[in-house]
């Protein structure tokens, strides 16, 4: 049996702008996904989704996209939470080649679901470390990067960017720009996560904003603003001023709310953050509900979060610089 995990992740600055090329610096935080993993004599994956929704399930099935599982959740919940660890599955048995490795899954995280904190890709990410470990194989943390991406791509429809999987494989402050992936460095910062509950939908989401680019010049403009802000933000947090990273990423925020991915309880807890003294706040991932980040070496944000409508928890996330681990 072998357990691993792996961490979810903010973005300081770039969201939908990467989707156009420009750069992206998402960085870990200590909230982790853990998924345990055992051989079984069969080819059957038995998964027991513990946090993955509201209720939790499991499934008994043997993978692949021809059965439908035997539960009493909805179908569309059980293929989002299955889906991905089937595709990491797949991954484990192709890198280890053993396509008939049968597992019983366990999956335990403390990241909420579909809030832009990269929840999918730490399950995605643990999943393929645990699995080839358990049948006799350490891979490099550059593959597993590359095959939780490609199995995200698997089941998000070819829309995925490789920010999430790598920041989750490597832990840290990474900068993403395309294909190309590498560690940054950064400082100690004061992260505080303000949560509404919901989830926004990224690929309505991204949408909007392709058509808004498409629409006005000035959008299109404001994409490139947006990756302006990024390679300063990069030069701010070598340097480790963490009051001009705030300012930064109040300005990122402005620009994403004017691309039409914040939200009503996004702003309002981007504002109570401001409003007790936070360096700095904005959204963090797709957007539209979900999650805010906030730089505060203060209480004072989590304490205003926690009593902001709308917000549901609030909690200080330190940077983790562990990315996949065995626990
Ligand atoms: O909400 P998340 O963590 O899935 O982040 C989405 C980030 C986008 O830039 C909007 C889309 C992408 O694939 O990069």
Redesign the pocket.
């Given at each position: 049996m072998i357990v691993s995990s792996a961490p979810g992740k903010v973005?300081l600055f770039g969201?939908?702008a990467?989707?156009y090329g420009e750069p992206?610096v998402p960085c870990a935080i200590e909230r982790r996904a853990t998924v345990t993993v055992e051989s079984r004599d069969d080819d059957r994956l038995r998964v027991n989704a513990k946090d993955l929704s509201l209720n939790g399930f499991t499934v008994e099935y043997s993978g692949g996209t021809d059965e439908t599982p035997d539960v009493n959740v909805s179908e569309s919940l059980v293929r989002a939470g299955v889906g991905y660890i089937d595709a990491s599955i797949e991954q484990a048995r192709d890198a280890t080649d053993t396509p008939d490795a049968g597992f019983d899954i366990t999956v335990e995280s403390d990241i909420p679901l579909?809030a832009?904190?990269?929840s999918s890709a730490a399950v995605t990410v643990a999943t393929i470390d645990a699995a080839s470990r358990e049948l006799g194989v350490e891979l490099p943390t550059d593959e597993i990067a590359d095959r939780a991406y490609r199995a995200e791509l698997a089941v998000q429809d070819g829309?995925?960017?490789r920010?999430?999987t790598f920041c989750s494989a490597t832990g840290g402050a990474v900068r993403v720009e395309g294909d190309d992936c590498r560690a940054i460095e950064a400082p100690d910062l004061p992260i505080v996560v303000g949560f509404d509950g919901g989830a926004?939908d990224?690929g309505k989401?991204?949408a909007g904003v392709r058509a808004l680019r498409e629409k006005y010049e000035f959008a299109t403009d404001t994409v490139e603003s947006v990756g302006d802000i990024v390679r300063r933000g990069e030069r701010v947090l070598a340097e480790g001023d963490v009051d001009e990273l705030g300012r930064l990423m109040d300005f990122n925020h402005g620009l994403l709310e004017a691309l039409g991915v914040s939200s009503r309880s996004l702003d309002n807890m981007v504002w109570a953050a401001r409003d007790a003294g936070a360096l700095g706040a904005k959204l963090?991932?797709?957007g539209g509900g979900?999650c805010i980040v906030a730089l505060d070496p203060t209480d004072e944000t989590k304490t205003a979060l926690r009593f902001t409508p709308g917000c549901e928890d609030a909690f200080r996330a330190e940077l983790d610089t562990e990315g996949v681990r065995v626990e």
């Open positions: 973005y969201e939908h990467v989707v992206a579909g832009g904190l990269g829309e995925a960017s920010a999430d926004g990224t989401l991204v963090t991932g797709a979900g």
